[in-house]
């Protein structure tokens, strides 16, 4: 009687202190190894705020700012945005290696390199480090992320000049390397893409030369090149073939002449202000369904094409030419 009383409260007791661990393996989606490297990265990066949901004894699949894969559990999505948080992107972020989008963006106080163990992630999709603190080259090992579609290195400090290798990434959609430091050219390479052909957001650093006649071979959509060094002809950049829509040349020393040049149907928004473009505005302008148009601050003359879009817009987008004339600026002699 005692002996079969102590089995069953022994046989209790077991399954009370055995419960909250069988629950939670039973039901924990959460990959260990997962588990375990995220716990690193919330110690490395100071026990933020944005992370107090990261509770060992909890589920990681529940956490904040981590998404796990349904199909295998595994960590495929890590998207930190918006928070006060001092020091480096940890390098134990390399060992989530199912990551398809990563993202660092406006934190405040992030700083040091791009670590190398984020080569090791080459299921990455998306990368967006941006908005941060970051320094110096951008990395060559990018190549390795073959399936990257989308890559976001904006408004950080990064230094050095754009990677030739980078035209290795053959199914990017867009890249952003603008905001930051950069120097140099614009490598001839990026004429030799095969694949996609991506938006490519260059502005705001410090590049110099002329852009590689090889792009004019490629059909691209968007290209942001303001507020750099650049100088030379870019006309070969636009034609009647081409598929570009938004163009931004804006604040550089490009020097040609418009007279002839001609632009695609495609072309919805053109602002080449504050550069050093001669010639006058041609006539087929006015064909074009453009949105925007800032052609001010160069050494355009004659009249402006009257019709299409080209009365629709304000003085400011054609004012400080040598001697542009026509509405909306004063009538030509
Ligand atoms: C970040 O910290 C600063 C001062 O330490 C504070 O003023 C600011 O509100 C904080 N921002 C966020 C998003 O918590
Ligand atoms: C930024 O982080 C460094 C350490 O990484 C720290 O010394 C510094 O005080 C932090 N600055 C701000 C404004 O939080
Ligand atoms: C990359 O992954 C391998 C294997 O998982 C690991 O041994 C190595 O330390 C990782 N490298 C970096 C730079 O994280
Ligand atoms: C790239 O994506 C394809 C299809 O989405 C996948 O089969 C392949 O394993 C991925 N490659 C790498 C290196 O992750
Ligand atoms: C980070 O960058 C921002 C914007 O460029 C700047 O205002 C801030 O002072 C920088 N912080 C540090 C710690 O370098
Ligand atoms: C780009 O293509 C040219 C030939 O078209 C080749 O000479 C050059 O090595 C290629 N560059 C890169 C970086 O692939
Ligand atoms: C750009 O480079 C020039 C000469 O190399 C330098 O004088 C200038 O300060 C740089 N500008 C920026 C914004 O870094
Ligand atoms: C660019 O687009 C035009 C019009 O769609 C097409 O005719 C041409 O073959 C394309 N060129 C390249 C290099 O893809
Ligand atoms: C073009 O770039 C300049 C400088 O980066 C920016 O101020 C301007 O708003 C851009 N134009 C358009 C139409 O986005
Ligand atoms: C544009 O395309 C047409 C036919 O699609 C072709 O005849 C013409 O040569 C092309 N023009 C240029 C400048 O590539
Ligand atoms: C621009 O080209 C047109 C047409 O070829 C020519 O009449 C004009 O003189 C040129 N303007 C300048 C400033 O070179
Ligand atoms: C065109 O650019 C000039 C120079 O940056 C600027 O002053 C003006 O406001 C711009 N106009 C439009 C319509 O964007």
């Not at 990959?31 to 933020?48: E, F, H, M, S, T």
């Not at 390098?91 to 290696?97: E, N, R, S, T, V």
């Not at 505005?281 to 019709?307: E, H, M, W």
Request: aromatic residues 10%; charged residues 15%; hydrophobic residues 40%.
């Amino acid at each position: 009687m005692k002996n079969s009383n102590f089995v069953i409260l022994s046989f209790y007791c077991l399954i009370l202190l055995s419960k909250p661990f069988f629950s939670l393996s039973a039901t924990e989606r959460c990959n260990p190894d997962d588990k375990k490297v995220l716990l690193q990265i919330k110690q490395a990066l100071n026990n933020p705020y944005q992370l107090a949901s990261w509770n060992p004894n909890t589920d990681c699949c529940d956490w904040y700012v981590v998404d796990c894969d349904p199909n295998n559990n595994r960590i495929v999505t890590f998207n930190l945005f918006s928070a006060n948080i001092s020091g480096q992107i940890p390098a134990a972020i390399g060992d989530l290696p199912y990551l398809e989008t990563l993202v660092f963006r406006k934190l405040t106080n992030v700083t040091g390199q791009i670590p190398s163990a984020v080569a090791n992630l080459t299921n990455l999709k998306l990368l967006r480090l941006s908005y941060t603190n970051l320094s110096g080259p951008v990395p060559t090992f990018f190549t390795q992320l073959k399936n990257l579609t989308f890559l976001d290195l904006s408004f950080n400090d990064l230094t050095g000049s754009i990677p030739v290798e980078l035209s290795l990434l053959q199914n990017l959609d867009a890249l952003h390397l603008d905001r930051n430091r950069l120097t140099g050219t614009i490598p001839e390479s990026f004429g030799n893409l095969t694949g996609k052909v991506p938006d490519l957001y260059l502005s705001h650093n410090n590049l110099t030369g002329s852009v590689p006649k090889s792009l004019g071979d490629l059909n691209f959509t968007v290209l942001d090149f303001s507020q750099n060094n650049l100088i030379g002809d870019i006309s070969f950049l636009f034609g009647r073939n081409k598929t570009i829509q938004i163009v931004n040349f804006s604040r550089n020393m490009f020097e040609f002449n418009l007279s002839n040049v001609q632009f695609p149907d495609s072309l919805t928004s053109l602002d080449l202000n504050h550069n050093m473009i001669s010639g006058s505005l041609p006539q087929d302008l006015t064909k074009l369904n453009l949105q925007f148009l800032n052609v001010s601050y160069n050494r355009l003359c004659g009249q402006i094409p009257a019709g299409g879009k080209l009365q629709s817009f304000d003085v400011s987008s054609y004012f400080h030419n040598k001697c542009l004339c026509g509405a909306p600026l004063p009538a030509c002699n």
